[in-house]
Structures are given as structure tokens and as C-alpha cells.
DNA sequence: TCGGACCGACCGACCGGTCGGTCGGTCGCC
DNA sequence: GGCGACCGACCGACCGGTCGGTCGGTCCGA
């Protein structure tokens, strides 16, 4: 019987492999980090990453897909957990803001690095932008159907709220000293909601759904 | 009497050299583009470039400045013709689009270049950021003042602002087949206004005074 | 003993920056 | 006015270093 399962073995090195270049990435840039750094940092061999990646790419790829992925699905567990389309907006925008502020690392990851990379890597940013863009202007449109909000070109709206949520990470992850990124929720929350319509009266009954 | 001032004809080479890198870190950005690249394009050889320019950094910062510098210009020149508050805001808005539109490979370099130079130039872009918001931000504290505009966040609002605008003008620079980016301002000032609290009447108004 | 996981020395392309050299033009001097 | 010393803009071969990727070899479990 063997101790450990190979295929396991080989899973685990992998794993390994991808969190020693995350954080190798998050630190200094997908340009600065050359894969010999991702070795020594992951504990093995130049040979054992390409053993397991065809490319230096291909492993950025791989993690920013998995990393886009659990955040997509995160929000979409919280926004679930709401009827209401202007509490599901708030939820999606709340949902971002806290895992960001949890997971520092994921976010330069996201934000920083995606940038650094280079062109090679424009249409991969693109498509993560115009992933999250079609994310809220879903729930805008929702919003839009069930008269929660006037008529409002969701097109536009979905990529200022996008854009918008972009730039408040972006600042806090440039920030010398970086105060609490979800701090910023309840003004955000209240401007991006007059942004889309949302009545007076319901922004000011607050964001606390929980 | 000299036919050719020296002097004149070292700075149309060196306006040359700038010219050039201009173009090239547009197409292909800062770290894809080599100092041989630029020389070539500006019909000169590596040594000249470096008689004139300490280093490809050098290059690029300069170039970074001077294109800011003269898009804020246009915006202030652009908003000193209004004297309404929200009027100012709009003629901003306004401005930048249509500088943008008429300026592809200015907005290249002001965005995609910048951040794909890597780590190095963050600082740089940061600033860059905080001036443009700082300017937005401006006009927000005006706006109020003057009660065009209920008191609001103006710190987060135009991070919003900015934010938002920086979003449409990367997408449209990235969107295969770019339609007229001026199209978007109607929705996008609409949206943006309303954020801000601007009251609905003096929305359906319209934006466009001069 | 066989083979798959892994190792790490090595290769070659690339690139920013350097530096000795060239050459057209200018200036002082006769 | 002509000539030699000089200047400085410009040239391009070259250097030093970096880094993605390769490949012959080793080790270990079955």
C-alpha cells in the first residue's frame, strides 16, 4: 500500500508550484518574476515547473482563470441569497469589496499584474472586464425589468459601475497606508445606486442586508 | 550667418526621437518597444538617442508628462469657458472624449503604455490618476458649494467619476471595431450627473451649451 | 529494471546602455 | 582666404546581464 497516492503527489507539487507563483506574481509582476524566482519559492527545480507547465504563461493563465472563477462565484453565492434587485447590486458590490480586502494578494494578482503583464495578455483583461461588466449589467437589467429603477442605458451603467469599482480597489492597492477597503462601501454604495436611479428613499434605508 | 541653427536642428532631431517613441510605445508598448526600434523609426542610430536622452526611461517619462500636461490644459481651458458648476462638469466630460477620440495614439500610450510599463511607472500612474481626479474632485466641491448639486462624498465621487471615464475610454481602445467614443458621452454624462445627485430636471436639460 | 518525476547546467535570443570613432562645420590665426 | 585645430552631434559594434526554455541525466518506487 502506497503512503502516499502519486497522482496526489504530483497534484500537491503542482499546487504548490501555482501558490509560489501567485504570490511570486502578486510581489513583483508577471515580468519580474522569472521562473527560476517560482522555483526556489515552490522548493523545487526549473526542469519539475516545466515538467508540469508547458510555459510561463500558461501557468499566469491557469491562475488568473481559478482566481476569476472563485471570485465570480462568490459574488454569485451572496447575490443568490437575495430577492430584491437593488439588494442583490448591493450584495454583488459588498461581496466584492470584502473578499478584496481579504485576500490583498488575489486583488494585486487581479489588478496589478494583469496590467503589468504586458499586450500579450490584453484580450485575457478584456474578457475578465467584459465578464464582470456583463455580471452587474445583469443585475442592472433585472432591475431595470421589475421597475426597481427608471429605464436606464444598463450598457453604459454597467461599465461606469465596473469601472468605478476598479479604480476604488486600484487606489487601495496602491495606497502607501492602506485603510479598510470595505470602509468605503457605504459612499460607493450610495453613489453608484443614485447613479442607476434607485430612488431616494431606498438609498437612504442603508445597505445592511446581510 | 548659419543656413541652420544648430541648436534648431538638434531639438527637431530630438522632437524627432520623442516622435518617434511616441508612435512606437503606442503600437507596442513600452517593454516590447527597443531603443533600436525607436531609432530606427526616427531615422537615427542608438547612440544618438542616448546623446540626447539619459535613458529609455527618460524617454517615456517625458512623454507621459507632456501628454498629460497638455490634455489637463484642454480641460481647463475647455471648463473656464462655462461658469455653471454642473456646465463645468460636463464641458470636462466632454472634453476628454473628444480629445480622446481625435487622439487614439495619445490615449494609447496614456493607458494601455502605462500600465503595461510595469512596476516601475506606478508611481507615475498613480499620480497621474490622483491629478485627474483631483481635478474632477474640483469641480464636484464647486458644484456643491454653489448648492448646484447636493452636499455628497465628492472624494469617493470622483474616484467614480474617474474611474468610470478611464473605463469607457479603455474599453473603446481595446473594442475591435471602435465605434465614435464621443457617442457615449450622452449616457455616460447622464449616468454620471445622476450619481452626483444632480436633480433630474437639470438633467433632461441636455449637455450641450457651447 | 523500467519509467515517470524531477533536477539543474546550459543555450541562445534579446536588450539597455557604452564607447571609440567619424565627419561636417566653425573659429582663430596667418 | 585658406588652413589646421577643435567641437559636438551622431554612429553602430560591442558588452554584460537576464531569462525563458531545453535536455541529458538521476533517483526512487513498483
Redesign the interface.
Known amino acids: 500500500m502506497p503512503r502516499i497516492d502519486p497522482a496526489e503527489q504530483s497534484r500537491s507539487r503542482r499546487e504548490r508550484i501555482l501558490d509560489a507563483a501567485f504570490s511570486a506574481f502578486a510581489k ?2 508577471y ?2 518574476t522569472a521562473v527560476d524566482d517560482i522555483a526556489a519559492a515552490a522548493e523545487t527545480s526549473k526542469g519539475g515547473i516545466y515538467f508540469h507547465f508547458p510555459s510561463k504563461e500558461a501557468i499566469f493563465r491557469e491562475l488568473m482563470q481559478t482566481t476569476a472563477d472563485k471570485l465570480v462565484a462568490r459574488v454569485e453565492r451572496a447575490v443568490a441569497l437575495e430577492a430584491e434587485p437593488v439588494a442583490k447590486a448591493e450584495a454583488a458590490l459588498r461581496t466584492v469589496l470584502t473578499t478584496f480586502a481579504g485576500h490583498r494578494t488575489m486583488a494585486r494578482v487581479l489588478f ?1 499584474d494583469l ?5 500579450a495578455f ?1 484580450a485575457e483583461t ?1 474578457a475578465l ?1 467584459e465578464r464582470f461588466a456583463g455580471l452587474i449589467k445583469g443585475y442592472l437589467d433585472e432591475a431595470v425589468q421589475t421597475g426597481a429603477v427608471p429605464p ?2 444598463t ?3 454597467s ?2 459601475w ?7 480597489v ?2 487601495w492597492l ?1 495606497a502607501d497606508k492602506p485603510g479598510s477597503l470595505e470602509d ?1 462601501y457605504p ?2 454604495r ?3 445606486l ?4 434607485v430612488p431616494e428613499a431606498r438609498i437612504a434605508q442603508g445597505g445592511a442586508a446581510k
Chains 1, 2 share one sequence.
Request: charge should be neutral; hydrophobic fraction near 50%; avoid cysteine.
Open positions: 513583483r509582476g515580468r519580474d496589478l496590467a503589468g503583464a504586458g499586450r490584453q478584456n472586464h436606464l442605458d450598457e453604459i451603467a461599465v461606469v465596473f469601472g468605478a469599482l476598479n479604480e476604488v486600484a487606489r496602491l468605503s459612499a460607493l450610495e453613489v453608484l443614485r447613479s442607476a436611479g
